[in-house]
């Protein structure tokens, strides 16, 4: 059963393949750095694509805020990987297949498809943020660097 996670409470911790078929345990790296994790709905339609160049186009600001970006669908590694090649993506692209991480965060859409909800984790493994929006795929970005930046201000 999906759970809708709430600002304030802590990140559930999960491992999944990347793009290249390694391991990788996000619930690790909780604690190191600040996260911002994407739940998206599929590798190369119009929307997805959209949020991922915003990403990848952002991305060196999100490294200077101390933070690291993950992106996660159900799509196969093998999709990730052309979708990360294609669109030259330098962040990690995570499979989950299943949908088990996407229940564990309750990243649905409406009536249970997969939904489009970004989620920033501070350093200590807090849910800082949670945006979701199915039509606006851009302002996820903007949104996850606002909060961040407030953060670091403390």
């Given at each position: 059963?999906?759970?809708?996670?709430?600002?304030g409470t802590a990140a559930p911790k999960f491992a999944l393949l990347d793009q290249n078929g390694k391991e990788v345990d996000v619930g690790a790296?909780?604690?190191?750095?600040?996260?911002?994790?994407?739940?998206?709905?599929?590798?190369?339609?119009?929307?997805?694509?959209?949020?991922?160049?915003?990403?990848?186009?952002?991305?060196?600001?999100?490294?200077?805020?101390?933070?690291?970006?993950?992106?996660?669908?159900?799509?196969?590694?093998?999709?990730?990987?052309?979708?990360?090649?294609?669109?030259?993506?330098?962040?990690?692209?995570?499979?989950?297949?299943?949908?088990?991480?996407?229940?564990?965060?309750?990243?649905?859409?409406?009536?249970?498809?997969?939904?489009?909800?970004?989620?920033?984790?501070?350093?200590?493994?807090?849910?800082?943020?949670?945006?979701?929006?199915?039509?606006?795929?851009?302002?996820?970005?903007?949104?996850?660097?606002?909060?961040?930046?407030?953060?670091?201000?403390?």
């Open positions: 059963m999906s759970k809708n996670l709430k600002v790296l909780m604690g190191t750095k600040a996260l911002v994790v994407y739940f998206y709905p599929k590798d190369f339609t119009s929307g997805c694509t959209m949020q991922a160049h915003e990403f990848r186009n952002m991305h060196e600001e999100f490294l200077k805020n101390g933070a690291e970006v993950i992106g996660i669908s159900s799509d196969s590694v093998e999709s990730h990987k052309k979708f990360a090649e294609e669109h030259q993506l330098p962040f990690t692209l995570l499979s989950d297949p299943d949908g088990r991480v996407r229940d564990m965060y309750g990243a649905w859409g409406a009536g249970k498809i997969a939904g489009r909800v970004t989620y920033l984790i501070d350093r200590q493994g807090i849910i800082r943020m949670v945006f979701s929006s199915q039509i606006q795929p851009r302002k996820h970005i903007s949104e996850a660097l606002r909060v961040l930046e407030e953060i670091k201000k403390g």
